[in-house]
């Protein structure tokens, strides 16, 4: 650990700081495990990324795909993840629906998932089948088929997710509503589900352009890990996937880019929700920054537990929300701190915004006590303890390491450098993001 | 786990994700000790030697006839192949773990696994929203918001400083059976962990004040629960099939209830119910089994034996034929449930049944998932789930549909309701769901959590414990007879359907296929404790 100045406002004496801070590090949680796994690249551009872990006989196999709703063009929002559904519809040696039932039928589990920066295929099953996955994950890699009914079949299963999941629950569409407000041209403004419009506009020839463009070796990263020997998966790793052609063409990575939010914005909506919404958000810096770390602690210190600050003034002690808290949504491009509070029925909601945006504040205005930095540490160290037990989590942690940092090695040294940030990196970060001018406020109320 | 969604629509938005298909949730619904955890997502018992390796690969029949229109995308040079073999098959084998019983009849589970340093405390009470008093719906509900709401000299606040400021974490919740407190600590602070957990437990304070301030949280949650509608065709689902039964009663009460309970009734409930002849607690991860009995007698040894009031609730009602639409004229989607009276956990064919609810609708198999989705495109989730409790259970099939396709989905799932029992199941499709089964097992071993969620479930439903060890066995023997006879316990004529969902452009599809009978309650008459579900005039 670093040596950290006294902050500025403590009400301690420098030695009785010290000697607290010396007490907390002295009491810090045991440190999380290494993951120490290895990571190779195959000639194709393929990352691999394997990691042994024979306490279970299982493996856990994900493939990622470098390409989410942030790459799609403008009317096709929502592209991404109806490619991910296609490509469960068969390939040249497996036809539609196989893949999920030849997993599940020794047994395992698979399913995918796609957020703004990638899209992920994952599968968990009996050890001794790795070589399947492998094998179902090559030949959709390398020759997927579509036909217009299945595509049109497929397109219409999309629609009533999103309306299931976005159109049809109280509060559904408030990330969306806080997004499409927040950024003016990166496509953060949208987000993952997309619209009905640009879905509807999705064609059969956009799904080949898709595949072509992103489902290529040199776009993806496997992670593997279970019971296995990690040179045989690697083996067999590149048996398969090993054997997918390199695309000729780059992958595309252009994006607009936002340009700073100058003035203090201020958003209000109508919604058939029950209760009213405030949220307030902010412009933070991408994952690859050193901010990142200190806003992580900012928003444990905010939100994590009973005893953080936004739940104890706004829950707890005042008494305006139903739900509160604050979030540091960590991507690949430059994205949002966002504050949401539910509030209470009969409560002033100009109080309850004050509450809010006080809490933000004074996250510059002071340095957080060491108390305060000491807990958001353990927290953070519990996160990784407990947010590492499975295969499944371990090669998440990995993948994402790969993809957005270039480096497995990085899912390890992430712990050193959240331990490493100081109450008044909190600080500073703080002074530098939660400014009026590169803040959103958002009311969402019930239809006047 | 009964919980209110206020909170967990909101906890989307820090991970916007969106899956191909639908996590599976079978396992857990049938399993309400599962719910009791915090952490693992999942859950339920099965033990089993390695899969035949002839069932893994089955001779692919290399992609059908194409269609003239599709076309292989990318690499026409990428060659026909079959699936490759498996590798050896492993050795797998329920984990070691350890029961124990203190003199006071506290139930321990202890399992030592040492791959990350923290341990995890989860205790459960065998008392849940199931055991409210009459008439008061929502007390065991509050007993537990309340129970680290302040304890053992303890504020809310100093009991949420001691946790948070170690890294830990303290929940706890309800399920219909059991009441549950979680803790989670680094390994360095297991007696902290054990000494808050066992303060909420045995001493909560149930102060006025914190009282008030929860009962003013869960009237806004309800407030919003009452507008989801899962919530809410799950809420009416429940009350038809469990009739009076307390399981067919809201778990966290109505806003009449929530508004009428009274400190006193919060005393009464924990005195009767909270004691450790009806508690079992598990110990999980990195410590000894002899440290962790140590700390478990110091925290717990002395919390006094008491005896345990009778439980003798009203019996459900035999299945009824029932269609209630439940009017939402803004909704983007109809919720649809079907299903009707089930088994309890504690019966012989247990295996057969949950084998036969799995092949109408669980993973492995899913006739629903396949007549809805895959080939109408109808819905993203179709699925059937078995909820076996202590004293009952229910099937019950699931899917959600836009207004104008409605009243085709319900068609279809109460078809293979019917199909289910007229038409016996294929030899290949039980061998698949069975082959499901035993397979899936070492993935239901991987965390020391879900260890224990097994031992947990074992000594709660008081089946014997060997169950654990030869549940693929147990699979493995089950026969088209054995799963025709589950299938007798069906009554598809006699289905509770619940549509939550724009009445205006369903209705007129009902009677078109053949459902003439159905109630409608318009928006704001919804009263689920009345027989008729409408408020009184």
């Known amino acids: ?448 | 786990m009964i919980a209110l969604p206020a909170v967990c629509a909101l906890a989307v938005l820090a991970v916007p994700v969106a899956q191909a298909s639908p996590p599976v949730s079978v396992a857990q619904a049938s399993s309400p000790v599962s719910a009791a955890q915090a952490s693992s997502p999942v859950s339920v018992a099965q033990a089993s030697p390695p899969v035949p390796v002839a069932q893994a690969s089955p001779p692919v029949s290399v992609a059908q006839a194409s269609s003239p229109v599709s076309a292989v995308l990318q690499a026409s040079r990428w060659p026909s192949s079959t699936p490759p073999r498996p590798l050896a098959p492993r050795d797998i084998r329920f984990p070691a773990y350890e029961v124990r019983t203190l003199p006071n009849g506290l139930q321990v589970v202890v399992v030592v696994h040492r791959e990350q340093p923290a341990v995890s405390l989860r205790a459960i009470v065998r008392a849940g929203s199931a055991h409210d008093p009459p008439g008061r719906p929502g007390v065991a509900a509050m007993v537990s918001t309340l129970l680290d709401q302040g304890a053992a000299g303890q504020s809310a606040q100093q009991l949420a400083e001691a946790i948070d400021g170690a890294g830990g974490l303290l929940t706890t919740g309800l399920g219909r059976d059991l009441s549950f407190a979680n803790a989670v600590v680094m390994k360095g602070d297991l007696a902290l962990g054990m000494r808050l957990l066992a303060g909420v437990l045995r001493s909560p304070s149930f102060a006025p004040e914190e009282l008030e301030r929860q009962r003013q949280q869960v009237l806004s949650g309800l407030k919003v629960a009452l507008e989801d509608p899962t919530y809410l065709a799950d809420l009416v689902f429940d009350r038809l099939v469990y009739g009076d039964h307390p399981y067919g009663l809201p778990g966290h009460g109505t806003v009449e209830s929530v508004q009428a309970l009274t400190r006193d009734d919060l005393l009464a409930f924990h005195g009767a119910h909270y004691a450790p002849n009806n508690t079992l607690l598990a110990v999980v991860g990195d410590v000894e089994v002899e440290e962790a009995m140590t700390q478990v007698a110091s925290a717990f040894g002395d919390w006094a034996r008491r005896e345990l009031p009778p439980f003798s609730p009203a019996r459900p009602p035999g299945p009824a034929r029932r269609l209630v639409v439940i009017d939402r004229p803004d909704a983007a989607q109809t919720e649809i449930r079907v299903g009707q009276l089930g088994v309890p956990r504690k019966v012989d064919d247990h295996v057969a049944v949950d084998l036969l609810i799995k092949i109408l609708g669980g993973a492995g198999a899913n006739r629903l998932h396949r007549v809805l989705r895959i080939e109408r495109g109808l819905t993203y989730s179709a699925s059937a789930d078995m909820e076996s409790l202590k004293q009952g259970g229910q099937f019950v099939g699931q899917t959600s549909t836009r207004a104008g396709t409605t009243g085709e989905a319900l068609r279809l799932m109460v078809d293979e309701f019917a199909r289910l029992k007229r038409e016996r199941v294929g030899d290949r499709e039980l061998a698949d769901a069975k082959a499901y089964l035993t397979g899936h097992f070492p993935l239901t071993i991987e965390t020391p959590e879900q260890i224990a969620t097994q031992v947990l479930n074992a000594l709660f439903y008081e089946l014997p414990l060997r169950d654990l060890e030869t549940y693929r066995q147990r699979v493995n023997v089950v026969t088209l007879e054995d799963v025709a006879r589950a299938a007798l316990r069906l009554q598809p004529d006699r289905l509770t359907m619940v549509l939550v969902g724009r009445a205006e452009e369903i209705v007129p599809q009902l009677g078109r296929l053949g459902f003439s009978r159905f109630e409608v309650i318009p928006p704001g008459a919804l009263d689920v404790l009345s027989a008729d579900l409408r408020r009184a005039r």
């Open chain 1, 1 to 448: 650990m670093r040596l950290r100045p006294t902050p500025a406002t403590s009400r301690l004496p420098a030695v009785l700081a010290l000697a607290a801070l010396a007490a907390a590090a002295a009491g810090a949680a045991p440190r999380p495990p290494r993951l120490n796994a290895r990571q190779v690249t195959f000639e194709n551009g393929l990352q691999v990324v394997v990691l042994e872990d024979h306490s279970t006989p299982i493996v856990h196999a994900q493939l990622w795909y470098h390409v989410g709703s942030k790459d799609e063009r403008p009317g096709r929002t929502g592209f991404a993840h109806l490619f991910e559904h296609m490509m469960f519809k068969g390939s040249k040696n497996v036809r539609p629906e196989l893949h999920a039932s030849l997993i599940s039928s020794v047994g395992g589990e698979s399913n995918a998932y796609t957020t703004e920066d990638v899209t992920v295929f994952w599968a968990t099953l009996p050890a001794q089948y790795l070589p399947l996955v492998l094998w179902l994950e090559a030949d959709r890699m390398a020759s997927l088929k579509v036909d217009e009914a299945t595509f049109r079949r497929e397109r219409e299963v999309v629609k009533e997710e999103r309306r299931m999941r976005v159109e049809n629950q109280p509060y559904g569409r408030l990330s969306e509503l806080i997004y499409a407000h927040a950024f003016t041209v990166h496509p953060y403004r949208h987000t993952t589900v997309g619209s009905m419009k640009d879905l509807e506009a999705a064609s059969v020839d956009d799904v080949r352009e898709f595949y072509r463009t992103y489902y290529v070796p040199n776009n993806a990263t496997l992670a593997l890990v279970g019971d296995f020997d990690a040179d045989e998966a690697i083996a067999l790793a590149r048996r398969y996937l090993g054997q997918v052609p390199r695309s000729p063409r780059p992958v595309p990575r252009e994006r607009p880019v936002e340009p700073p939010q100058t003035t203090l914005r201020r958003v209000t909506l109508h919604e058939n929700w029950p209760l009213p919404v405030i949220v307030v958000a902010h412009h933070i810096p991408p994952d690859r920054h050193a901010d990142s770390f200190p806003l992580r602690l900012a928003a444990k210190v905010l939100s994590d537990g009973q005893s953080s600050r936004i739940y104890r003034s706004l829950v707890y002690e005042k008494g305006h929300a139903l739900s509160a808290f604050g979030t540091a949504n960590i991507a690949e491009d430059p994205n949002l701190f966002f504050a949401v509070a539910v509030v209470q029925p009969g409560r002033d909601l100009d109080e309850a915004e004050r509450a809010l945006v006080a809490e933000l504040e004074r996250l510059a205005d002071e340095a957080i006590s060491e108390r305060e930095l000491a807990r958001a540490r353990n927290q953070l160290a519990r996160d990784h303890v407990v947010g590492r037990a499975s295969n499944q989590e371990k090669a998440t942690h990995l993948a994402h390491a790969v993809v957005i940092h270039g480096d497995a090695a990085s899912a390890d040294r992430e712990f050193d450098s959240l331990m490493e940030a100081t109450a008044a990196d909190v600080q500073r970060a703080a002074r530098a993001y939660f400014t009026p001018a590169n803040r959103l406020i958002l009311r969402v109320l019930p239809p006047s």
